[in-house]
């Protein structure tokens, strides 16, 4: 009798407990599928209504040595009846696979919390290669924890015995007890996964007929064993009414390249060089051919953002996408596309550095770069997204900046948004902000660098276009004709043109935002991924009347015009980065503001509880 069998036999009632919201860790190791369990743990949260976020945490390492501290894998989700702006600080409920992964994240999980573990995995080569000396799970030194084992690994290699796999290939399924288990203990339809298993390996029916077992298996589990007294409830979150989805920051700034390109009419073409954590970016528009996109895997970073140049220069709009590392071999070809004045989105999915550094880690320290990373004076707008979903609307919003001023624009991400997910409200097409496209085709009075007297962009002539043959290169333009010109004066002429263009760009940046009053004892300002705890550390500070505001900029270069007004409104100033200061330099220099910084640079986002400490600290002095 297998154990979904012996499932349905046996069902006594469970208590159940209504939670507001709940965090979740899987972790294992990198070849334990720790991923996959929570993005489908995800989308069954999703779709059951909660507001998510999630942090998936990987290493470096395709597949780093199994059982070692520096091969664990973890994914966490914060799933809530509530608004909420993050994955979570600590998680009510910590699953380990194997003693690596328990002796990594334990130290995250909350006082009383749930430990589930793998009993399997605990043999004593596996905790000394964690360096425990004695098992954890039973010499008392995780008292202060709730401890549940389960024989995950056995249990399911006794649901596949009949269907004649190899003990390896059956092992592989645990992930799928646990993912069923977890989804029982917290109420979640595991219908989705059900079919999501029938479509990704409908080409090995074995494959699916193994993981529903064992799926069913771990719920079933659930059910039936007496280590589960009590089995918790989520209820759906007040959301406005709108079509949503579940939506990766990758996902969602690929979307928005195909919106804006279509919006604008124009083809889009992506030439990059795979690079973690930018390569899904390449991957997703992959699968958008039918919209006009066209995506080239170049041979090289450098190949990647010049094909991008050449398809600008034909009257496409140009995306080159990377990280950090890629961004700086790309940098003269940007200096070029400053240069010759056309529009092409750079996205640079920023992680910890320098050189290869943190691959896998997030971090936002890659600001200075995008804004004074090339020689000379080479002044482009730069702005950030700030939370998954709103990697959309900055994609979107960094092709129309580009179109609009004929000018190379820089996009700011990073790792935690890249692979974090949130629910997101898919917009109407129709409702998008316009991007007007006019292609130059009247050879009257044409030359290449003449400027729009509101703009300053030059025309944008595709090759080939009747009497405005003309042509375009690296060297110093003549003001208008665009001529090869080494005249000093006519050099500083054009220097400050390109730079009063990227300024001009400040009459488009909406008004500022500011969460609480626009005055007060403290002004907590960040920019990026930061968004979501500071938004929710501020809450909490507010909440206990402390007068605090938010700002958040999503634009950088430039900066809002009306910022150095705000900032005047207040005692103190707190800038919370992944990164030793960058935003603060800039506001120090920019407004002669005695701002503070906050700063974390460990490959991890800030919890909540850091931000607020940070600003108790700032208000104490």
Not at 504 to 510: H, K, R, S, V
Request: aromatic share 8%.
């Amino acid at each position: 009798m297998t154990v979904e069998t012996q499932a349905r036999t046996i069902q006594p009632d469970k208590r159940r407990e209504q939670r507001e919201s709940v965090v979740i860790r899987f972790a294992g190791d990198s070849g334990d599928g720790m991923q996959l369990t929570g993005m489908q743990f995800t989308t069954e949260s999703a779709l059951a209504g909660n507001d998510i976020g999630t942090l998936p945490d990987f290493p470096a390492e395709i597949r780093a040595p199994a059982g070692t501290l520096a091969g664990v894998s973890g994914f966490q989700l914060n799933f809530s009846s509530l608004d909420i702006f993050t994955p979570g600080d600590n998680p009510d409920i910590l699953v380990v696979m194997n003693p690596a992964a328990l002796k990594v994240n334990v130290k995250d999980l909350k006082t009383g919390g749930l430990l589930l573990a793998d009993q399997d995995g605990f043999d004593r080569g596996s905790l000394k290669k964690a360096g425990y000396d004695s098992n954890p799970l039973e010499d008392g030194s995780l008292g202060k924890h709730q401890v549940v084992t389960v024989d995950m690994t056995g249990l399911t290699l006794r649901t596949l015995e009949d269907l004649k796999l190899s003990n390896k290939v059956a092992a592989r399924c645990k992930n799928f007890f646990a993912l069923g288990l977890c989804s029982w203990l917290y109420s979640r339809p595991i219908e989705p996964t059900i079919k999501w298993i029938e479509e990704k390996f409908k080409k090995t029916p074995e494959l699916v007929e193994a993981n529903l077992r064992v799926l069913k298996a771990g719920y079933h589990f659930g059910e039936t064993t007496e280590m589960f007294a009590v089995q918790y409830e989520v209820k759906p979150a007040r959301i406005a009414p709108g079509t949503y989805r579940n939506i990766t920051g990758n996902s969602a700034l690929a979307l928005g390249l195909v919106a804006a390109a279509r919006k604008a009419g124009l083809r889009l073409f992506l030439g990059s060089y795979p690079i973690t954590p930018a390569s899904d970016i390449l991957h997703e528009l992959a699968q958008y051919k039918n919209y006009d996109v066209y995506t080239f895997q170049a041979e090289d970073e450098i190949a990647g953002v010049c094909s991008a140049l050449g398809a600008a220069f034909g009257g496409s709009l140009g995306v080159t996408t990377s990280s950090g590392p890629g961004i700086a071999l790309k940098q003269e070809a940007i200096g070029l596309a400053v240069m010759v004045e056309l529009p092409l989105v750079i996205c640079n999915v920023q992680r910890g550095g320098p050189s290869t550094g943190l691959p896998t880690k997030t971090e936002q320290a890659d600001l200075f770069q995008a804004i004074f990373g090339r020689n000379s004076e080479s002044p482009l707008p730069v702005i950030a997204a700030s939370t998954p979903a709103d990697c959309f609307a900055m994609a979107y919003e960094a092709a129309r900046i580009a179109i609009k001023y004929m000018t190379p624009v820089i996009l700011l991400t990073d790792g935690y948004l890249a692979n974090g997910a949130e629910p997101w409200s898919i917009p109407r097409f129709e409702e998008l902000p316009p991007i007007p496209v006019s292609f130059r085709t009247d050879p009257e009075g044409f030359f290449p660098y003449a400027r729009d007297p509101v703009t300053l962009a030059r025309p944008w002539v595709r090759p080939g276009t009747p009497g405005l043959e003309h042509r375009i290169g690296g060297i110093e333009k003549q003001d208008i004709t665009g001529n090869i010109s080494y005249d000093p004066a006519n050099h500083e002429l054009m220097t400050h043109h390109r730079a009063r263009k990227v300024a001009a760009l400040a009459q488009d940046i909406p008004p500022t935002t500011v969460y609480g009053e626009t005055s007060g004892d403290l002004l907590v300002i960040g920019w990026g991924s930061t968004y979501g705890s500071i938004t929710a550390a501020v809450e909490e500070a507010r909440a206990h009347g402390t007068r605090v505001s938010h700002i958040h900029l999503r634009y950088l270069n430039p900066l809002p015009s009306d910022l150095a007004g705000l900032l005047r409104g207040f005692k103190k100033i707190l800038v919370p980065e992944m990164n030793m200061g960058q935003l603060r330099m800039l506001l120090r220099a920019t407004y002669l503001v005695d701002a503070v910084g906050l700063n974390k640079i460990q490959g991890q986002p800030f919890k909540v509880s850091e931000i607020v400490e940070g600003i108790r600290r700032a208000l104490e002095g």
